[in-house]
């Protein structure tokens, strides 16, 4: 990681800034100047409608996707595309993100993850970790991939729905366990499990046509005025 990185990973320190993202697929706007803010120390939530661009909004944050005029800025400082900045930032997309061919040491190994802090309590998974992704349920397959980006050594993780078919009691641990992972880095995530993104997050954002609202101090009242949660 570079100094400059190493001195705003500091809790509480390092901000991330996505600005001016406008999208449109076929004339249709699917992202209308966007402006996200999340923070080293934080877990930012980001709520919204199936095809409101939740996905397409994180891929454009970590650089997998060009968008004109789309500034992403640690600092201050912009970063685009943020994947090549050694040790700014790792993303968990929806599909699968580990190599098929790796086991789960190897992997780690290669994200320079230890697998006995990143297990620590989830002890089950132990007897796992010299099988491959394809050997692994898809909701074990999901938990140990969010593990692994979480405890890599990076300023900010971000994750799309990480807790895809992760069972209830494991989901709370992970939530646990990243709001310990959040002492040393800041999270983004996005998942339609609201009622565990609510109590979960610092700050919580509404992809609502297009534009990315802030949700405030009574935010299921607010997802019910959108039409995220039904009356
Ligand atoms: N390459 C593409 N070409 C055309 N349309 C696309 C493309 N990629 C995404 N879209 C459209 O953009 C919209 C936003 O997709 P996205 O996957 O970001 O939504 P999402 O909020 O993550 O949805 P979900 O909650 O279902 O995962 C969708 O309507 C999708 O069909």
Known sequence: MS???REAAGPGRAVLEADGIQLAFDGRKILSDIYLRAQAGQITGLLGRNGSGKSTLLQTIF????????SVRVDGHRTVPAFRTPGLLNYLPQAQLLPPNLSLRQAARMLG???DEATAAFPELRAQLNHR???LSGGTLRLVQVLLLLHADTVFSLFDEPFTGVMPVHIETLGAEMRRAC???GIVLTDHRYAE????????YLLHQGRLLKLGAHPREELLDYGYLAR
Not at 63 to 70: E, F, I, K, L, Q
Not at 197 to 204: A, E, G, K, T
Request: glycine residues 10%; aromatic residues 0%; hydrophobic residues 45%.
């Open 3 to 5: 100094p400059l990185l």
């Open 197 to 204: 993104v609510l109590p979960l997050c610092d700050v919580v």
């Open 183 to 185: 002492q040393r880095k």
């Open 133 to 135: 992704p394809g050997e």
């Open 113 to 115: 993850v230890g697998l």
């Open 63 to 70: 650089g997998a996707r060009t968008v004109p005029d789309a």
